[in-house]
């Protein structure tokens, strides 16, 4: 007689609820378990190993694939902040004025393509820039990166503008600071937790892309993504698995800092 | 009638000649300040009194750099500063909203400005020392600003306005956001920091009582237009027309019509048929149909005799004091203020039939 | 006083020209890698295809556009209906809508149980969706295919129950892609419908119930009408990539079950017919337009309801 009956409780959805967070794991979970397995085999475990880890740091196309991401994701994800947080400045806390609207449809288009779209596209263009010029370095990986990190980074940078109230600029202003150092003292402290989260979002978008990579690269250009792709369509050993359980700790290391970050902010 | 308290020759701090403020263009265009014209003087507590949306702020604004003129001049000290941005004019602002730096302490709020100037380190120490002293403010130099509390949060606003030592200082509404005992406290300490400095205080306001009780002058806008300009006193028993009388204290509009001119006076018959002696509000039109105010203190209920009568509509007590509005022929109702003695009430019932004795120069012919 | 006015006017000017100069470096990058290349092929679609791939330069055609849709016979030059382009359409169509509604399917009842969770429990089960969002889908793809390859997790545990003798051949089927696409997209389905879930007011529930609607009702007719934006937002935010899908398929659907993306890619690789694959990128684009503008639609709607 003294069930309770609960207003927010509906039948089944604890039951789904749980089944998603399994079918979100599993798979992950799965993935990393045969990273550490002994045998040759990603189907049958043959005792806890960390022999695919050794093998793959020791891979000298490993090793190359991870640096090459590292450096094209920093650099993309430092160029795209800085000119991500120039376009936030320029696009929030104004009146209206013609093209501000555009500018922000403009930013934000690279969200909106579908990535193969975006990589045969460049595909098309940089294929003819690398005949014309001889050129075919990383600076096109990085080019292509910056842009599409872009819209990422801007995001939190825009976010923590607008909550940023306008006055103290003012007050700046106001207490005989020139533009630049109103900027350089209040703007930009206040807005250094918005330029981290945005360069990690940026950082982490870079690191994670295969698709707009594998069009634009050059030979010999592979990422550890594209790396990967590769070797997925190949005969699969353990190694990939290593490479992979190792890529996914950094992204979850990434994304808690981000996570904790934000919520010490609010 | 000048005020009385400053002298006429004193020169002035801030001159706005003919502002004009629009806002958007072409017949969209909203006008902002409409030919605003002020004076205010050197070590003057000025306010600019009117309500939301008068055009107060956007003046101020303009005073401090935010804003520019579509027509007119701001003179500071004789020199036009339209083309000064803000951090090149000898000008602060105590913000409505504080705007007080979340990322620095207590004390590089105040030391900023100075900062900004590039003066000595040692001279920074000091007077930012003297700032907190003055704001008692002392112990919480170390504090970050969002650990303080709404007053404490004023009075550093206040002081990192005061620290470079402006040639005016502005106050944007800094008292709204305070309640009422602690808005009181504040006045009042504001009048005292403004004698102590001697810096001229330009003041915006919506509370009209706050503007009597601190200004040594007061400009009531409206509409983006200056309406009045004068002492707390001279707004107050001597309002230049409707909206002003209106807009400070409670008052009780008459109509009459002007009989004829004694001493500097007017004479005017009432509706009842009574005749009074008024001031003159400046730029009334002495002739014809007027309307009179008379301020409620300024009329006492009688049983007999009076200068208007009527029936007793309402007694309203209200501790220092008792209302009574009294409806006179003609539809309007005329409100007296009595004060009240202990023990006693005010001895008029509703319905009961009244005489209004107006006081002898209570009277104010408005402008229309 | 001229001379105000146009001191004003000035300074309007001036604040314009310095927040351009500011979105110059963002725009640059956008219009040289993204934008411009994105008109390139526009105009390569229009183009006559070249030997080896890449085009004729400036020679226009209407072939590319023909044949995303029709193929022309190379003996008899009789005209038919392009059946594989249209069996790819169709089928990134059909996986992209049941994606969304299997995506659905789970991620509502997931993000309601979150949503009526204790406050500080919350944060947790939202962090561990955000997870597998964030982490590389190519990694996430990878393990999906260890999870239904024949000797994987799901046919080992199958026979281990008894319910099947041999393994069933997930992998390189539409099924393979489905369950890579549902499990990928998850996140993006169950993040927006927590976020409007987040905001619902119990009350309203209590009212339900209280006007005597049983638990269906309450869900049928209070919860799900509140909580439609984060429906139409997680449906658009998962149909729009699980139509553009590139990876997936080609990891999950080997060669023969293309989709939208590797028909692309196809055009670009060995059909070198570049100008085809120009039109069918942009035939996606304008689909993945549609379906914006429906969300745009929806959600200015539903904001004209609550404003």
């Known amino acids: 007689m003294a069930s309770r009956f609960d207003v927010r409780s509906q039948p089944g959805f604890g039951t789904v609820a749980m089944f998603t967070f399994v079918l979100l794991y599993l798979p992950i979970a799965t993935l990393v378990a045969y990273a550490f397995n002994a045998s040759e085999s990603v189907t049958v475990w043959g005792g806890f190993s960390l022999r695919w880890f050794v093998e793959a740091s020791q891979n000298a196309a490993v090793q190359d694939a991870a640096w090459r991401s590292f450096v094209i994701a920093l650099s993309a994800a430092t160029m795209a902040t800085i000119a991500a947080t120039m376009a936030a400045i320029a696009t929030t806390r104004t009146a209206p004025y013609p093209g501000l609207s555009a500018k922000y449809a403009f930013i934000n288009l690279p969200l909106m393509v579908p990535e193969i779209v975006t990589a045969v596209a460049l595909l098309i263009v940089f294929s003819r820039v690398k005949v014309w010029t001889g050129y075919s370095g990383l600076g096109y990986l990085v080019v292509a990166h910056t842009a599409f990190c872009i819209p990422f980074a801007y995001l939190p940078i825009r976010a923590r503008l607008e909550g940023m109230d306008a006055s103290l600029e003012r007050a700046a202003a106001d207490l005989y600071a020139t533009p630049w150092m109103a900027f350089r003292r209040v703007t930009l402290p206040l807005l250094r937790p918005g330029i981290i989260a945005g360069f990690m979002l940026a950082f982490v978008i870079s690191l994670d892309d295969v698709v707009i990579t594998e069009f634009v690269k050059s030979g010999g250009q592979d990422t550890l993504p594209t790396y990967m792709l590769g070797q997925i369509r190949r005969a699969v050993t353990p190694e990939v698995n290593a490479i992979a359980t190792a890529f996914l700790a950094l992204s979850i290391l990434i994304v808690t800092a981000f996570f904790f970050i934000n919520r010490k902010k609010s | ?368 | 006083m001229a001379s105000a006015a146009e001191n004003a006017q000035r300074h309007h000017r001036e604040e314009i020209r310095r927040r351009w100069m500011l979105s110059a470096p963002a725009l640059l990058i956008i219009l040289v890698a993204a934008t411009g290349p994105l008109l390139v092929m526009l105009a390569y679609s229009f183009m006559a295809k070249g030997d080896y791939g890449d085009v004729k330069f400036g020679q226009f055609s209407l072939d590319g556009w023909f044949s995303v849709l029709f193929q022309r016979d190379m003996f008899d030059d009789t005209v038919t209906l392009a059946d594989a382009h249209l069996s790819i359409l169709w089928r990134s169509l059909r996986l992209s809508l049941i994606t969304t509604l299997a995506t659905l399917a789970l991620g509502f009842p997931t993000a309601y149980f979150i949503a009526t969770r204790p406050r500080h429990t919350r944060e947790i089960w939202v962090f561990l969706v955000t997870i597998p969002f964030w982490t590389n889908l190519l990694i996430r793809t990878f393990a999906m295919q260890q999870v239904i390859r024949n000797e994987g997790i799901l046919n080992n545990a199958l026979r281990a129950l008894g319910v099947i003798d041999e393994p069933l051949p997930i992998m390189y089927t539409d099924w393979a892609i489905l369950f890579g696409m549902v499990y990928v997209y998850l996140p993006l389905m169950v993040l927006p419908l927590y976020a409007s879930m987040e905001k619902l007011d119990f009350r309203l529930i209590e009212a339900g119930y209280d006007l005597y609607a049983g638990r269906l009702a309450v869900l049928r007719r209070i919860i799900i009408p509140l909580v439609k934006p984060g429906i139409v937002a997680g449906s658009i935010l998962v149909f729009i990539p699980s139509l553009g899908a590139y990876v997936i398929p080609r990891v999950l659907g080997g060669g023969k079950n293309m989709m939208l993306g590797n028909l692309i890619e196809l055009q670009f690789g060995s059909g070198r017919n570049w100008p085809l694959g120009a039109a069918i990128s942009i035939t996606l684009m304008a689909l993945v337009m549609v379906a914006l503008l429906v969300y745009v639609r929806n959600a200015a709607k539903s904001g004209a309801q609550h404003g």
């Open chain 2, 1 to 368: 009638m000048a005020a009385p308290d400053r002298p006429q020759d004193k020169r002035n701090a801030i001159e706005a000649k003919g502002i004009v403020k629009e806002f958007g263009q072409g017949a969209s265009a909203l006008r902002a300040l409409d030919n605003v014209s002020i004076s205010i003087r050197e070590n003057e507590f000025f306010t600019l009194l009117g309500p939301s949306g008068c055009g107060k702020t956007t003046l101020l604004r303009m005073i401090a750099g935010f804003e520019y003129p579509t027509e007119g001049a701001i003179l500071l000290h004789g020199e036009d500063i339209a083309s000064l941005p803000p951090f090149r004019r000898p000008i602060n602002t105590v913000f409505q909203s504080y705007a007080l730096f979340p990322h620095l302490s207590v004390w590089d709020n105040i030391a900023f400005g100075l900062q900004m100037l590039g003066r000595p380190r040692a001279e920074i120490d000091a007077r930012v020392a003297t700032m907190l002293k003055l704001v008692r403010m002392e112990e919480l130099a170390k504090r970050r600003t969002d650990q303080i509390s709404g007053g404490q949060a004023q009075r550093v606003a206040l002081a990192r306005a005061l620290a470079p030592s402006p040639k005016v200082l502005l106050l944007d509404e800094p008292l709204s956001a305070l309640d009422y005992k602690l808005r009181k406290e504040m006045q009042i300490e504001l009048k005292r920091m403004q004698h102590e400095t001697g810096i001229t205080f330009v003041f915006v306001t919506h509370d009209q009582e706050e503007a009597l009780t601190m200004s040594d002058r007061i400009a009531v806008m409206s509409k983006g237009r200056v309406l009045q300009v004068g002492s707390p006193w001279d707004i107050y028993d001597k309002p230049a027309d409707r909206f002003v009388a209106d807009f400070i204290g409670e008052t009780n509009f008459l109509a009459a019509s002007v009989i004829g001119f004694s001493e500097g006076l007017v004479r005017v018959r009432l509706s009842s048929g009574a005749e009074i002696a008024a001031t003159l509000a400046e730029g009334a039109r002495p002739g014809g149909d007027v309307t009179v105010v008379v301020r409620p203190e300024h009329a006492r209920a009688v049983k007999e005799g009076g200068h208007l009568s009527g029936t007793v509509e309402n007694v309203v007590y209200f501790g220092t004091d008792t209302h009574i509005h009294i409806r006179i022929p003609g539809g309007e109702t005329f409100t007296v203020r009595q004060q009240n003695a202990r023990a006693q009430s005010c001895g008029f019932a509703i319905g009961d039939a009244v005489g209004i004795d107006i006081a002898a120069d209570a009277a104010q012919v408005l402008r229309d």
